[in-house]
């Protein structure tokens, strides 16, 4: 008896003595309360006090034991026949078994005559022992009703004549069989081919039903009678299979855990406290396995059934037609010979058998009850057909219940009498056995009649959801979901799938219980209470439900999506490796379209949308999951834009899976929502901020550019640090990459990061899109004119500063030459500045260029693939004329092959057409622009040309302070010039020669998780100028010059050129005397050690003015051509050139000391000239360079730090003078000038025939240099006119004593007298190895 009883009759009674006085009815509701107060707390009987009543007043009936022993065996016989189709009915006739042994065992009665008899249910003979024995032992437990089990030996231990060692014999030590045949395991193969073959079956034959329509007549009979038989089938399953679930089901309740496992399976209350007890019997009594057989099972039970329900309205017609046609079958046929022969021999017997004829029988409306057919019957006649009428109703419930009692009795043996010895029965043998086939057949009707109740019955789980028992048990007002067995099971579903069981569809199965539990309260119980919590706890598990499957769905789908987006070598690997590999590539199999694609889903008379829950739920992830990797883009560098864009890519592709089943929203628009690029105030989204972001404050400054692998490397030293927010943790797995995919895209993502190049490009594009580059590049821009602006005040100081300086010749050999460049431009390196601010403005604006170059080319290889998609669209066809001029035209040699396969060839028209579209040019030119136009069409469309011109028209208000004018007496300042190639020359001198030292700051997250404060510490780093400042450095250089025009001007009076040269004439110059322009050992290895890095430097910047030129040829001073027309022929020419001698003026002869130096003289050297005093000097003589070989122009460049000054601010400090004046050049012949020196004033440098002088080094004095004859120089002179005269020689100084003069340079036959002052512009032979064609 449940404690809550005593407890509210207990309250009852406090209330009822309080009250008692004021009630009208109060004396007869005190004696209804002694009534309850005996029976609750009867202390003869204090337990079981209705069965011991039952037997007391049993006992006193006279021969009852009889009674009870006719039922016993009637149950007996109905369990082992299987006459029952209920699961309610099979366990009240097994647990009727005990107590009825209950009531038979003991005494018989109290009375005098029956006192001292005794019957002992153990051994009496008339109970068939052997058959009891056998079904206590096969169902030792038997469910009771809800979560209340029995178990049928504790009934049979209260017996009187029990004994302990009759245990095993019934049933108290169950064997492994037993044990076994409780588990589902046992019996689920068999049930899993009886569901397989058994709606084969009924799928087919409900096909038939829908084709065929309905017949009422007799010949349909035997089709209505396959039909019910495969009805009643299926009832048969339902039952057997409902009965194998309940019956495990409380064999776990009875067996529960043992306390000790239950503290290893992580149980809070494995002490028995609380829910221990229920945790005990239910979560932790089922292993993973036995839950997916009882999911499996439970899903077959639901599905049959409701095919069964499905078909109702099919196949009622057939069952009434076949029950009635078997009702009128056996009263009006197979009745009538027993009625012949009981007519005949004139028994007893036939009034009941008329009664049963007349029961049922239906004749007609018109026709009468036959009097004589039975008495006209002949055995000669066989089996009797019965003439009815064909009616689709069965009979009444009432004539089917006395139709079989009736039947029953006659066939029963006992009731079987005899009239004499030789006499024979009422029935003959026959007859009995009719009546009992008939009795037999006849179990089905009532089950087939009350098709929905029997259906309902046979598939009630509702078993599985009360817990009334272990609810009083431990106190508890109730259990939490989580012991809830239907939603465990429905856990078990989402969370443990295994391949071997695929239960996603059958989620929805398991929640049925709930509907069979809500059904019992209500109409069963009629508690709403009880209704009320399962409604409460449906919504809370719904709740779940929905969550739970849209989060494994979302992650199925996401690893899914993960594993096609892995690289396929990587995944030809993980393939041969091992299982756990495997895994990645080759996800399970997951039918996860049937419970998504639910719309109708019926739980307590509610219908609800699962497919419409579970989109919204998915939708939220998928807003959610872009959200994350864009927080998570936003606190990287942008080096993992190509991590981002991966991970979009799967998130769309998760999506998409997604939307087959549901409605989703479109990922443009998701990706448009989370990015806030939306909105009537948003011009950029968050990606594309932060791209900008990272870009003017991150790579630009702090990155490298390297030309030869066109990547952006960072640089050593961090001269802007970057403060990024915290990176965002995954609050779930899918997120991102998904589960089982995130380790694999860690390690490929590394291989990604921590530089720049084509692949992040294009990622980029691939995340901002095409629209959003025109701002991206505009705001580029806009941070390259600030870094111009910064850079200007700073280039404008070292302007200022920067020393005159002419280009020293090439007699002084390479150590000379490199130590006058050294000690005039090393001072400059003490500028704090020059680095940290000019450099790093000048890296700065060449990496927006290159960034900017790169961006292009990404573009435009984009747009050419979409053009040769997009050819078999568009109208290629060529004009003769124009096609036969593109056959031999060298642009296009794709075309000009594919026209010769044509001319050979017939089939090869359409090659060649195809061949000729894929061009760019021609497609755009013969589908846009007209003919007369294309030819004059300007070539440059892409975007870094557009850069290109947007740098010059930035360079224009700069130009007239980094270009000089013309001069008017046509010879170009060679030494103090403030054209802006000078400031680069120096500038690209000194770039490389020794490192910088910066101070610089971790850019890592180095904050202190405790404190929040940031660890990170100030260091000072040495770099080198390369690593620090990269290619962009002479990028920014390359552009500059270009946009000026000064390129030619720059390679004829580059000092690291000029350097490069004097190698390359040392190099050449075999038959040169040893002994001119030595210097030490170190000044040679510094020397060598430069012209090695100018070298590489070189090729760089070639690569640089390459990109320009390639680019935007026509940006920039347009160059002078001159056009040279020879004479046809030699008559002319001697005709041309005696006119000009006749028209020629005798030239002006210039001072030694000023004109130009041709070999033959020694002017004085002129004085040290500062950069305000210093006239124009005049043109000199240069010997002849080769121009550079092709092999040089080898691109290569790097990036440049930022810039702190604004425009706005004080100028730049001063830039420190060098010091002392500059050293005036020395003549080819006469005593050097004095070369100053790194340290002090410049040491005077000794003529050609006296001691020679020593060359400055970087440390000390140079050691002496010893004299020798110059080097012979070929000059390029032209022959002077007849009519013009020589100048004289100069005299030469007498050479010292003992010593003799250097001999002068070998002439030229090609040389030429300087032109006369105010003449016209004297031609350069140091431009000699320049195309002649174009001259500044």
């Known amino acids: 008896m449940k404690a809550s009883l005593s407890t509210d009759f207990a309250r009852y009674n406090r209330v009822l003595q309080a009250c008692r006085a004021d009630l009208e009815n109060g004396d007869q509701l005190a004696q209804e309360k002694h009534q309850l107060q005996l029976f609750l707390s009867n202390f003869q009987y204090p337990k079981s006090l209705i069965f011991h009543n039952l037997r007391d007043a049993l006992k006193k009936i006279d021969g009852h034991e009889e009674v009870l022993i006719e039922m016993l065996q009637q149950n007996?016989?109905?369990?082992?026949?299987?006459?029952?189709?209920?699961?309610?009915?099979?366990?009240?006739?097994?647990?009727?078994?005990?107590?009825?042994?209950?009531?038979?065992?003991?005494?018989?009665?109290?009375?005098?005559?029956?006192?001292?008899?005794?019957?002992?249910?153990f051994k009496d003979k008339r109970i068939k022992q052997s058959q009891l024995q056998t079904i206590f032992k096969q169902y030792p437990v038997v469910p009771e009703y809800g979560d209340m089990s029995m178990t049928m030996v504790i009934i049979l231990r209260r017996a009187p004549h029990w004994d302990q060692s009759f245990e095993k014999q019934w049933g108290g030590e169950p064997d492994k069989k037993i044990i076994a045949r409780y588990l589902l395991s046992t019996h689920w193969p068999e049930i899993k081919a009886k569901h397989a073959d058994f709606l084969g079956r009924f799928s087919k034959a409900t096909t038939e039903l829908a084709t065929y329509k309905f017949c009422k007549a007799l010949s349909a009979i035997k089709y209505a009678a396959f039909v019910s038989r495969l009805v009643f089938d299926g009832f048969r399953h339902l039952m057997s299979w409902t009965c194998t679930v309940l019956e495990s089901y409380h064999w776990k309740l009875t067996h529960p855990v043992a306390p000790e496992l239950l503290e290893k399976l992580g149980s809070k209350n494995a002490s028995g406290s609380g829910t221990g007890a229920y945790e005990a019997a239910i979560k932790y009594?089922?292993?993973?396995?036995?839950?997916?057989?009882?999911?499996?099972?439970?899903?077959?039970?639901?599905?049959?059934?409701?095919?069964?329900?499905?078909?109702?309205?099919?196949?009622?017609?057939?069952?009434?037609?076949?029950?009635?046609?078997?009702?009128?079958?056996?009263?009006?046929?197979?009745?009538?010979?027993?009625?012949?022969?009981?007519?005949?021999?004139?028994?007893?017997?036939?009034?009941?058998?008329l009664k049963l004829r007349r029961l049922v029988a239906d004749w007609g409306p018109t026709s009468a009850e036959p009097q004589d057919d039975y008495i006209k019957y002949s055995r000669q006649d066989g089996k009797v057909e019965a003439k009815h009428i064909v009616r689709v109703v069965g009979p009444s419930p009432t004539q089917l219940q006395l139709m079989r009692t009736m039947v029953r009795a006659m066939y029963d043996a006992r009731n079987q009498t005899k009239r004499g010895i030789f006499s024979k029965k009422d029935l003959e043998k026959e007859d009995l056995v009719l009546m009992e086939d008939f009795y037999n057949r006849s179990l089905s009707f009532q089950y087939l009649l009350n098709y929905s109740d029997t259906l309902r019955a046979n598939s009630d789980l509702g078993d599985l959801w009360y817990r009334e028992f272990y609810l009083e048990l431990t106190g508890q007002i109730q259990f939490p979901i989580e012991l809830s067995l239907p939603w465990i099971l429905t856990e078990h579903i989402i969370r443990h799938q295994a391949q071997a069981i695929p239960l996603v569809e059958d989620i929805l199965y398991t929640m049925d219980a709930y509907n069979d539990a809500a059904h019992r309260a209500l109409y069963v119980l009629n508690q709403r209470f009880l209704y009320d919590e399962i409604e409460a706890e449906l919504n809370l598990v719904?709740?779940?439900?929905?969550?739970?499957?849209?989060d494994y769905a979302y992650s199925h789908h996401k690893n899914n999506a993960a594993s096609l987006s892995l690289d396929e070598t990587y995944v030809d690997r993980l393939r041969h490796t091992r299982k756990a590999h495997r895994k990645l590539v080759e996800p399970p199999a997951r039918r996860l379209g049937i419970p998504l694609a639910q719309r109708r889903v019926q739980l307590l008379g509610r219908v609800i949308d699962l497919n419409a829950l579970i989109a919204q739920h998915i939708n939220a992830k998928l807003y959610k999951d872009v959200e994350f990797c864009?927080?998570?883009?936003?606190?990287?560098?942008?080096?993992?834009?190509?991590?981002?864009?991966?991970?979009?890519?799967?998130?769309?592709?998760?999506?998409?899976?997604?939307?087959?089943?549901?409605?989703?929203?479109?990922?443009?628009?998701?990706?448009?929502?989370?990015?806030?690029?939306?909105?009537?105030?948003?011009?950029?989204?968050?990606?594309?901020?932060?791209?900008?972001?990272?870009l003017v404050n991150d790579v630009l400054p702090n990155f490298s550019y390297n030309a030869l692998t066109r990547r952006f490397v960072r640089s050593p030293a961090c001269l802007k640090p970057v403060d990024r927010p915290k990176a965002p943790k995954a609050d779930h797995q899918h997120l991102g990459y998904g589960a089982r995919c995130q380790r694999a895209y860690d390690m490929a993502n590394k291989l990604s990061r921590g530089f720049l190049g084509i692949p992040h490009y294009v990622a980029i594009i691939q995340i901002i899109g095409t629209l959003a580059v025109p701002l991206l590049v505009n705001n580029l821009l806009t941070n390259l004119a600030d870094r111009l602006e910064i850079a200007k005040a700073y280039l404008d100081a070292i302007t200022e500063g920067l020393p005159p300086c002419k280009l020293p010749k090439y007699m002084y050999g390479l150590a000379g030459v490199y130590g006058v460049f050294d000690a005039l431009l090393k001072p400059i390196l003490r500028y704090a500045d020059l680095k940290p601010e000019v450099f790093q403005a000048l890296k700065e604006i060449g990496n927006t260029l290159v960034f900017i170059r790169d961006l292009s080319d990404v573009l435009n290889r984009d747009d050419l693939e979409r053009l040769i998609h997009a050819v078999p669209y568009i109208d290629t066809n060529f004009s003769i004329n124009e096609k036969k001029s593109l056959d031999n035209d060298s642009r296009f040699p794709?075309?000009?092959?594919?026209?010769?396969?044509?001319?050979s060839s017939n089939d090869a028209t359409e090659l060649a057409r195809l061949a000729a579209a894929l061009h760019a040019d021609i497609i755009c030119d013969n589908s846009i622009t007209p003919a007369p136009a294309r030819r004059n069409r300007a070539p440059h469309t892409s975007l870094f040309y557009g850069a290109v011109v947007h740098l010059a028209k930035l360079i224009e208000p700069y130009r007239e302070s980094w270009s000089s004018n013309n001069p008017t007496n046509g010879v170009m300042e060679l030494e103090a010039a403030t054209d802006l190639h000078r400031l680069w020359s120096a500038l690209s001198f000194l770039f490389g020669l020794q490192p910088g030292k910066f101070e610089t700051t971790n850019s890592k997250d180095d904050t202190d998780e405790k404190s929040g404060t940031s660890t990170a510490k100030k260091q000072t780093l040495t770099v080198s100028d390369e690593a620090q400042f990269g290619h962009g450095f002479f990028v920014a250089g390359a552009a500059l010059i270009h946009v000026l025009g000064q390129r030619y001007r720059y390679e004829a009076l580059d000092f690291a050129n000029h350097v490069l040269r004097v190698q390359m004439y040392e190099a050449s110059a075999t038959n040169r005397a040893s002994g001119v322009g030595k210097a030490d050992a170190s000044l040679n290895d510094d020397a060598t050690g430069f012209a090695r890095l100018k070298t590489y430097h070189k090729r760089i910047f070639d690569m640089a003015v390459a990109m320009f030129d390639a680019a935007a040829p026509d940006v920039g001073a347009p160059p002078l051509s001159i056009k040279f027309k020879p004479p046809a022929s030699d008559a002319d020419l001697e005709e041309i050139t005696n006119a000009k001698r006749r028209a020629s003026v005798v030239p002006i002869q210039r001072p030694l000391s000023t004109s130009a130096n041709n070999g033959t003289s020694t002017p004085t050297p002129p004085p040290a000239l500062t950069k305000k005093s210093q006239p124009p000097a005049p043109p000199k003589q240069s010997p002849k360079v080769a121009p550079p070989s092709p092999k040089q122009n080898v691109q290569n460049s790097k990036p440049p730090p930022p810039v702190k000054p604004k425009s706005s601010g004080p100028p730049p400090p001063a830039m420190p003078s060098s010091s002392g004046p500059p050293p005036p050049m020395p003549s080819s012949s006469g005593p050097p000038p004095p070369m100053p020196s790194s340290s002090g004033p410049p040491p005077p440098m000794p003529s050609s025939s006296g001691p020679p002088p020593p060359m400055p080094s970087s440390s000390g004095p140079p050691p002496p240099m010893p004299t020798s004859v110059a080097p012979q120089v070929t000059q390029v002179k032209p022959a002077p006119p007849a009519s013009v005269k020589k100048p004289p020689a100069a005299k030469k100084p007498p050479p010292p004593k003992g010593k003799k003069p250097p001999a002068p340079p070998a002439k030229s036959s090609k040389s030429k007298a300087g032109p006369p002052a105010g003449g016209p512009r004297p031609s350069l032979p140091f431009l000699a190895g320049i195309n002649a064609n174009r001259v500044d």
């Open 542 to 550: 719904f709740d779940q439900l929905v969550f739970l499957a849209s």
């Open 630 to 694: 864009l927080r998570k883009f936003e606190a990287s560098e942008l080096s993992t834009v190509i991590d981002f864009a991966r991970a979009l890519i799967i998130v769309e592709q998760t999506r998409n899976a997604l939307a087959e089943y549901l409605d989703l929203d479109e990922f443009d628009v998701i990706f448009a929502e989370v990015d806030e690029s939306v909105g009537p105030s948003a011009f950029a989204g968050r990606s594309m901020m932060h791209v900008l972001g990272s």
């Open 894 to 903: 794709l075309v000009s092959a594919v026209s010769k396969i044509e001319t």
């Open 285 to 353: 009594n089922y292993s993973e396995r036995e839950r997916g057989i009882m999911v499996d099972v439970i899903s077959m039970i639901k599905s049959l059934a409701s095919a069964l329900a499905t078909a109702q309205a099919a196949v009622a017609p057939y069952i009434r037609l076949h029950i009635h046609h078997e009702c009128q079958q056996f009263v009006m046929g197979e009745l009538v010979p027993p009625l012949h022969r009981a007519h005949k021999r004139s028994r007893d017997i036939i009034q009941p058998l």
């Open 76 to 121: 007996i016989d109905y369990i082992e026949n299987e006459r029952y189709l209920t699961p309610d009915e099979k366990y009240r006739l097994i647990r009727s078994l005990p107590h009825l042994m209950l009531l038979i065992d003991g005494n018989v009665g109290n009375d005098n005559k029956n006192r001292g008899r005794e019957t002992n249910v």
